[in-house]
Protein backbone atom coordinates (compact mmCIF):
# COMPACT_ATOMS: atom_id res chain seq x y z
CA UNK A 1 0.00 0.00 0.00
CA UNK A 2 1.48 3.55 -1.17
CA UNK A 3 -1.12 5.97 0.47
CA UNK A 4 -3.25 6.02 3.66
CA UNK A 5 -5.70 8.84 3.56
CA UNK A 6 -6.23 9.19 7.19
CA UNK A 7 -9.64 11.22 8.13
CA UNK A 8 -11.03 11.43 11.93
CA UNK A 9 -14.61 12.38 12.29
CA UNK A 10 -17.44 12.77 15.07
CA UNK A 11 -19.45 15.03 12.87
CA UNK A 12 -22.70 13.83 11.33
CA UNK A 13 -22.89 13.24 7.30
CA UNK A 14 -19.44 13.99 5.63
CA UNK A 15 -18.70 10.68 4.08
CA UNK A 16 -20.58 11.27 0.81
CA UNK A 17 -18.87 14.54 -0.03
CA UNK A 18 -15.78 12.81 0.98
CA UNK A 19 -15.75 9.23 -0.69
CA UNK A 20 -17.43 11.09 -3.74
CA UNK A 21 -14.16 12.89 -4.38
CA UNK A 22 -11.87 10.61 -3.21
CA UNK A 23 -13.18 7.49 -5.27
CA UNK A 24 -11.96 10.06 -8.36
CA UNK A 25 -8.27 10.04 -7.36
CA UNK A 26 -6.25 9.23 -10.44
CA UNK A 27 -3.74 7.28 -8.34
CA UNK A 28 -5.74 4.72 -7.00
CA UNK A 29 -3.34 2.65 -4.86
CA UNK A 30 -4.56 3.97 -1.45
CA UNK A 31 -6.78 3.15 1.30
CA UNK A 32 -8.98 5.76 3.27
CA UNK A 33 -8.88 5.87 6.93
CA UNK A 34 -11.97 6.64 8.43
CA UNK A 35 -12.05 7.45 12.42
CA UNK A 36 -15.18 7.90 13.68
CA UNK A 37 -17.43 8.12 16.28
CA UNK A 38 -20.11 6.89 14.31
CA UNK A 39 -19.10 4.09 12.88
CA UNK A 40 -21.22 1.92 14.79
CA UNK A 41 -24.06 3.41 13.34
CA UNK A 42 -23.08 4.25 9.85
CA UNK A 43 -20.63 1.34 8.97
CA UNK A 44 -23.37 -0.42 7.10
CA UNK A 45 -24.52 3.08 5.43
CA UNK A 46 -20.97 3.76 3.88
CA UNK A 47 -20.80 0.08 2.64
CA UNK A 48 -23.57 0.54 0.99
CA UNK A 49 -22.37 3.65 -0.71
CA UNK A 50 -19.35 2.70 -1.41
CA UNK A 51 -20.73 -0.20 -3.26
CA UNK A 52 -18.36 -2.18 -0.64
CA UNK A 53 -15.44 -0.41 -1.90
CA UNK A 54 -12.01 -2.92 -0.16
CA UNK A 55 -10.06 0.50 -0.09
CA UNK A 56 -11.98 1.62 3.31
CA UNK A 57 -11.00 1.01 6.31
CA UNK A 58 -14.06 1.91 8.86
CA UNK A 59 -12.92 1.95 12.41
CA UNK A 60 -14.84 3.05 15.81
CA UNK A 61 -13.19 5.64 17.44
CA UNK A 62 -11.74 5.12 20.85
CA UNK A 63 -13.43 6.34 23.76
CA UNK A 64 -11.46 9.48 25.28
CA UNK A 65 -9.49 8.98 27.86
CA UNK A 66 -10.13 10.59 30.91
CA UNK A 67 -9.17 14.41 31.20
CA UNK A 68 -9.48 15.01 28.01
CA UNK A 69 -11.70 17.81 26.30
CA UNK A 70 -11.10 16.67 23.06
CA UNK A 71 -9.67 13.60 21.32
CA UNK A 72 -8.09 14.92 18.04
CA UNK A 73 -4.63 13.79 18.92
CA UNK A 74 -5.85 10.07 20.42
CA UNK A 75 -8.50 9.54 17.32
CA UNK A 76 -5.08 10.83 14.73
CA UNK A 77 -2.90 8.06 16.24
CA UNK A 78 -5.36 5.45 16.34
CA UNK A 79 -5.70 6.15 12.91
CA UNK A 80 -2.25 6.60 11.83
CA UNK A 81 -1.63 3.53 14.13
CA UNK A 82 -3.93 1.04 11.66
CA UNK A 83 -2.97 2.71 8.19
CA UNK A 84 -0.83 0.65 5.73
CA UNK A 85 0.93 2.58 3.26
CA UNK A 86 4.40 4.64 2.98
CA UNK A 87 2.41 7.98 2.45
CA UNK A 88 -0.02 9.32 5.13
CA UNK A 89 -2.53 11.93 3.71
CA UNK A 90 -4.33 14.39 6.64
CA UNK A 91 -7.65 15.06 5.19
CA UNK A 92 -10.30 16.74 7.60
CA UNK A 93 -14.19 15.94 7.12
CA UNK A 94 -16.55 17.68 4.54
CA UNK A 95 -13.29 18.64 2.33
CA UNK A 96 -13.07 17.69 -1.37
CA UNK A 97 -10.34 17.43 -3.11
CA UNK A 98 -9.26 17.63 -6.73
CA UNK A 99 -8.43 14.43 -8.64
CA UNK A 100 -5.08 14.77 -9.02
CA UNK A 101 -4.03 15.15 -5.53
CA UNK A 102 -2.94 11.99 -4.69
CA UNK A 103 -1.04 11.82 -7.96
CA UNK A 104 0.78 15.21 -6.87
CA UNK A 105 1.26 14.17 -3.22
CA UNK A 106 3.21 11.00 -4.39
CA UNK A 107 5.30 12.50 -6.78
CA UNK A 108 6.75 14.78 -4.20
CA UNK A 109 7.02 11.81 -2.01
CA UNK A 110 9.19 10.51 -4.11
CA UNK A 111 10.94 13.46 -5.12
CA UNK A 112 11.97 14.18 -1.63
CA UNK A 113 13.00 11.32 -0.76
CA UNK A 114 10.25 10.61 1.86
CA UNK A 115 11.99 13.20 4.16
CA UNK A 116 9.30 16.32 3.29
CA UNK A 117 5.89 17.23 4.50
CA UNK A 118 3.59 19.11 2.20
CA UNK A 119 0.69 21.05 2.55
CA UNK A 120 -1.39 21.80 -0.21
CA UNK A 121 -3.96 24.89 -0.47
CA UNK A 122 -7.96 25.45 0.05
CA UNK A 123 -10.37 28.11 0.74
CA UNK A 124 -13.63 27.76 2.52
CA UNK A 125 -16.94 27.58 0.33
CA UNK A 126 -20.82 28.42 0.84
CA UNK A 127 -22.69 26.12 -0.84
CA UNK A 128 -24.31 23.96 0.27
CA UNK A 129 -25.52 26.42 3.04
CA UNK A 130 -26.52 25.53 6.45
CA UNK A 131 -30.05 26.50 4.87
CA UNK A 132 -29.17 23.34 2.34
CA UNK A 133 -29.02 20.73 5.74
CA UNK A 134 -32.11 18.79 5.67
CA UNK A 135 -31.10 16.50 8.56
CA UNK A 136 -28.60 17.62 10.88
CA UNK A 137 -27.94 14.57 12.64
CA UNK A 138 -27.74 12.48 9.16
CA UNK A 139 -25.03 9.81 8.97
CA UNK A 140 -23.86 9.35 5.26
CA UNK A 141 -25.52 13.22 4.78
CA UNK A 142 -27.09 15.84 6.30
CA UNK A 143 -28.62 17.09 2.88
CA UNK A 144 -31.38 16.15 0.77
CA UNK A 145 -29.78 13.49 -1.03
CA UNK A 146 -25.58 12.51 -0.92
CA UNK A 147 -23.57 15.92 -2.33
CA UNK A 148 -21.67 14.22 -5.05
CA UNK A 149 -19.86 17.77 -6.24
CA UNK A 150 -17.47 19.78 -5.45
CA UNK A 151 -18.57 23.44 -2.80
CA UNK A 152 -18.81 26.28 -4.65
CA UNK A 153 -19.10 29.94 -3.58
CA UNK A 154 -15.81 31.06 -1.52
CA UNK A 155 -16.56 32.66 2.10
CA UNK A 156 -12.75 32.50 3.21
CA UNK A 157 -9.19 32.57 1.09
CA UNK A 158 -6.94 30.56 2.59
CA UNK A 159 -3.82 33.22 3.19
CA UNK A 160 -1.39 30.91 1.98
CA UNK A 161 -2.55 31.10 -1.70
CA UNK A 162 0.08 33.23 -3.28
CA UNK A 163 2.13 32.76 -6.85
CA UNK A 164 4.80 35.37 -6.31
CA UNK A 165 7.22 32.72 -5.31
CA UNK A 166 5.79 30.11 -7.92
CA UNK A 167 3.53 26.70 -7.45
CA UNK A 168 5.81 24.95 -5.17
CA UNK A 169 8.45 26.34 -2.84
CA UNK A 170 9.70 25.64 1.04
CA UNK A 171 7.68 27.15 3.54
CA UNK A 172 7.46 27.35 7.38
CA UNK A 173 6.45 24.42 9.94
CA UNK A 174 3.71 26.08 10.27
CA UNK A 175 2.03 26.74 7.12
CA UNK A 176 1.48 22.70 7.07
CA UNK A 177 -2.10 22.61 7.90
CA UNK A 178 -3.57 19.00 8.33
CA UNK A 179 -6.68 19.96 6.76
CA UNK A 180 -5.24 18.37 3.53
CA UNK A 181 -1.70 17.51 3.73
CA UNK A 182 1.17 15.09 3.05
CA UNK A 183 3.54 13.42 6.05
CA UNK A 184 5.22 10.22 5.52
CA UNK A 185 4.26 7.71 7.79
CA UNK A 186 8.05 7.07 8.66
CA UNK A 187 7.89 10.55 9.99
CA UNK A 188 4.80 9.84 12.41
CA UNK A 189 6.77 6.35 13.48
CA UNK A 190 10.06 8.60 13.77
CA UNK A 191 8.38 10.82 16.45
CA UNK A 192 6.31 8.35 18.41
CA UNK A 193 3.03 9.58 17.01
CA UNK A 194 0.38 12.77 17.96
CA UNK A 195 1.02 14.33 21.20
CA UNK A 196 -1.63 13.27 23.29
CA UNK A 197 -1.57 15.74 25.92
CA UNK A 198 -2.93 18.46 23.71
CA UNK A 199 -6.30 16.69 24.19
CA UNK A 200 -6.17 17.60 27.90
CA UNK A 201 -6.07 21.43 27.52
CA UNK A 202 -7.69 22.31 23.94
CA UNK A 203 -8.45 22.26 20.55
CA UNK A 204 -5.53 22.16 17.93
CA UNK A 205 -2.39 22.88 17.60
CA UNK A 206 -1.54 19.40 16.20
CA UNK A 207 -0.51 19.93 12.88
CA UNK A 208 2.40 22.12 14.36
CA UNK A 209 3.36 20.62 16.96
CA UNK A 210 3.91 17.37 14.42
CA UNK A 211 5.49 19.71 12.23
CA UNK A 212 7.84 21.59 14.65
CA UNK A 213 9.17 18.17 16.24
CA UNK A 214 9.85 17.02 12.48
CA UNK A 215 11.73 20.13 11.90
CA UNK A 216 14.04 19.13 14.79
CA UNK A 217 14.51 15.63 13.03
CA UNK A 218 15.51 17.12 9.63
CA UNK A 219 12.43 16.87 7.99
CA UNK A 220 11.98 19.59 5.27
CA UNK A 221 8.42 21.74 4.28
CA UNK A 222 6.54 22.81 1.36
CA UNK A 223 3.40 24.51 0.20
CA UNK A 224 2.29 22.89 -3.31
CA UNK A 225 -0.52 25.95 -4.90
CA UNK A 226 -1.47 23.22 -7.50
CA UNK A 227 -2.78 21.08 -4.69
CA UNK A 228 -6.36 22.45 -4.25
CA UNK A 229 -8.83 21.28 -1.67
CA UNK A 230 -12.88 22.78 -0.91
CA UNK A 231 -13.81 22.82 2.09
CA UNK A 232 -17.11 23.57 3.79
CA UNK A 233 -17.62 25.51 6.89
CA UNK A 234 -18.39 22.54 9.30
CA UNK A 235 -17.95 24.85 12.73
CA UNK A 236 -20.83 26.93 11.12
CA UNK A 237 -22.78 23.69 11.03
CA UNK A 238 -22.37 22.30 14.32
CA UNK A 239 -19.90 25.50 16.33
CA UNK A 240 -17.48 23.71 18.40
CA UNK A 241 -17.48 25.20 22.23
CA UNK A 242 -13.28 24.30 22.85
CA UNK A 243 -12.83 25.79 20.00
CA UNK A 244 -14.62 28.94 20.48
CA UNK A 245 -13.31 29.31 24.00
CA UNK A 246 -10.00 29.76 23.35
CA UNK A 247 -9.26 31.68 26.94
CA UNK A 248 -10.41 28.72 28.45
CA UNK A 249 -8.86 26.31 26.62
CA UNK A 250 -5.00 27.92 25.64
CA UNK A 251 -3.52 25.72 23.69
CA UNK A 252 -1.58 28.06 22.21
CA UNK A 253 0.36 28.92 25.46
CA UNK A 254 0.78 24.93 26.23
CA UNK A 255 1.92 24.51 22.71
CA UNK A 256 4.74 26.99 23.06
CA UNK A 257 5.50 25.52 26.87
CA UNK A 258 6.01 21.91 25.46
CA UNK A 259 8.03 23.34 22.82
CA UNK A 260 10.35 25.20 25.04
CA UNK A 261 10.20 22.18 27.04
CA UNK A 262 11.62 19.58 24.76
CA UNK A 263 14.60 22.10 23.30
CA UNK A 264 15.59 22.45 26.71
CA UNK A 265 15.26 18.10 27.40
CA UNK A 266 12.86 18.77 30.28
CA UNK A 267 10.08 16.46 27.73
CA UNK A 268 11.08 13.94 24.82
CA UNK A 269 10.67 14.72 21.53
CA UNK A 270 9.80 10.78 20.31
CA UNK A 271 7.05 9.52 22.22
CA UNK A 272 5.37 6.55 22.11
CA UNK A 273 1.85 6.37 21.23
CA UNK A 274 2.84 4.72 17.80
CA UNK A 275 3.88 0.73 17.95
CA UNK A 276 6.36 -0.27 15.32
CA UNK A 277 5.48 -1.75 11.99
CA UNK A 278 6.04 -4.87 11.21
CA UNK A 279 7.67 -4.20 7.71
CA UNK A 280 8.81 -8.08 7.36
CA UNK A 281 4.95 -8.54 7.22
CA UNK A 282 4.43 -6.84 3.77
CA UNK A 283 4.44 -3.42 5.64
CA UNK A 284 1.17 -3.95 7.20
CA UNK A 285 0.57 -2.81 10.78
CA UNK A 286 -1.01 -5.13 13.06
CA UNK A 287 -4.76 -3.90 13.84
CA UNK A 288 -6.12 -3.49 17.07
CA UNK A 289 -8.13 -6.63 18.15
CA UNK A 290 -11.13 -4.44 18.97
CA UNK A 291 -12.85 -1.38 17.06
CA UNK A 292 -11.60 -2.22 13.42
CA UNK A 293 -13.90 -3.32 10.61
CA UNK A 294 -12.45 -3.20 6.92
CA UNK A 295 -15.02 -2.12 4.92
CA UNK A 296 -14.86 -5.52 2.69
Known amino acids: MKISIITVTNRPGGLDMQWSAIKKQTFDDFEWVVCDTLADRRMELLREFT ?4 RIKHIQQNPRKEGSVTGLNQAENQAIQNASGELCIMLQDYIWIAPDCLERYWYHFEN ?6 ITGVGNIYGKP ?3 DIVNDQGLLTVFKEPFVGKPEQITWKDPRMRTDQGTFYECWPNDIEFNFCMVPYKCFEDLGGMD ?3 DKVGHGWDNVNIAQRADM ?3 RFYIDQTIECRGLDHDYFWPNPVKINQVKYPTGQFHNQRMDDIKAGRFPLRLDYLKPRNYNNENKPKEENSGVHNNQ
Open 51 to 54: HNDG
Open 112 to 117: TGGKAL
Open 129 to 131: SRE
Open 196 to 198: EDY
Open 217 to 219: LGY
